[in-house]
Nanobody
Framework: QVQLVESGGGVVAPGGSLRLSCAASGGTLDRMAMGWFRQTSGKARELVAAIPWHGQGAYHADAVKGRFTISNDNAKSAVYLQMASLKPEDTAVYFC????????????????WGQGVQVTVSS
């Protein structure tokens, strides 16, 4: 059973940076697309970014475009989210996800979820 394990969350001041990591354990994600979602209390989970297994044609939500960058490492079945110029409204639990295609990710049709990691942007 493949499990996704996130790391790298924490508390950062507005304007700061964080890098989230997600790696698969208990197996590999052979040519699967991966993505990052976030969720705040009382709100629906929203897609932040997604990337195909080959790394070309990544997607970033408008709210994070130009500030966040998704990348992957297929050899490690890992995905990363580099977050810069963080704002208080970026505060959320961030979830890693994997599915066969990036279209699956964008349609919220997720095969594997991580347990989530808290990101708090506050002064």
């Amino acid at each position: 059973q493949v499990q996704l394990v996130e790391s790298g969350g924490g508390v950062v001041a507005p304007g700061g940076s964080l890098r989230l990591s997600c790696a698969a354990s208990g197996g590999t994600l052979d040519r699967m697309a991966m993505g990052w979602f976030r969720q705040t209390s009382g709100k629906a989970r929203e897609l932040v970014a997604a990337i195909p297994w080959h790394g070309q044609g990544a997607y970033h939500a408008d709210a994070v475009k130009g500030r966040f960058t998704i990348s992957n490492d297929n050899a490690k079945s890992a995905v990363y989210l580099q977050m810069a110029s963080l704002k208080p409204e970026d505060t959320a639990v961030y979830f890693c996800a994997a599915s066969p295609t990036i279209a699956n990710i964008r349609n919220y049709d997720i095969r594997h979820w991580g347990q989530g990691v808290q990101v708090t942007v506050s002064s």
